[in-house]
């Protein structure tokens, strides 16, 4: 398949999403011509790692979102999938070993500052905001285990804060 006359070439797109990062004074890495490595700093989560990849068709995203559930892994599924729907430019996905991303693909003919601003701002959303609800989803009992080691040693509790209600009791059922 050629490239048609209107249509970028990879390297112009990699230029272009260079200027972008740079111009932005997003940080990134750049481990090879093709990829881009961004560190995307967040409110719940603290910062998300995002590739961006440009193929000979496409620019491939993905961003690491969180580890395997330790529990519950359909209401977490569940929750990630009927949040899909609602997204735009990515979608929640998992890998071989269960852990959660946030993946999509641009065609080069799509990448220019605007679409990268909201494609690179829909993972800082999507992964800031997914964040705590896939933790008490998937690691309620880890949290209230961490939450219960912290308090019994005077340990500070700061970064588990949006957790508190999970280290309450819990009332028996009938």
């Known amino acids: ?7 970028p070439t990879p390297a112009e797109v990699q230029a272009t999403i260079a200027t972008f990062l740079e111009d932005g004074a997003i940080v990134f890495e750049r481990p090879s011509d093709d990829v881009f490595v961004l560190t995307l700093p967040g409110e719940h989560k603290l910062r998300t790692t995002a590739a961006l990849t440009v193929g000979a068709q496409s620019v491939t995203i ?12 359909e209401a977490v599924y569940r929750w990630l999938l009927e949040r899909n729907r609602r997204m ?3 979608s929640f ?5 269960g852990d959660i991303y946030l993946v999509g693909h641009l065609p080069l003919h799509a990448v220019d500052g605007g679409e ?11 992964a800031d905001r997914s964040f705590n609800t896939i933790l008490e989803l998937g690691f309620a009992t880890a949290i209230r285990k961490e939450w219960a080691w912290r308090t019994s040693r005077g ?11 999970l280290a309450e009791p819990q009332a028996p059922e009938d």
């Not at 990268?116 to 999507?126: A, F, M, Q």
């Open 1 to 7: 398949m050629t490239t048609s006359p209107e249509s």
């Open 62 to 73: 993905n961003a690491f979102v969180a580890r395997n559930p330790d529990e519950d892994h």
């Open 88 to 90: 735009y430019g990515v």
């Open 93 to 97: 996905a998992i890998d071989h070993l």
């Open 116 to 126: 990268l601003d909201r494609v690179i701002g829909s993972v800082l959303e999507y």
């Open 155 to 165: 340990e500070s509790t700061v970064n588990l804060e949006a957790f508190a209600h």
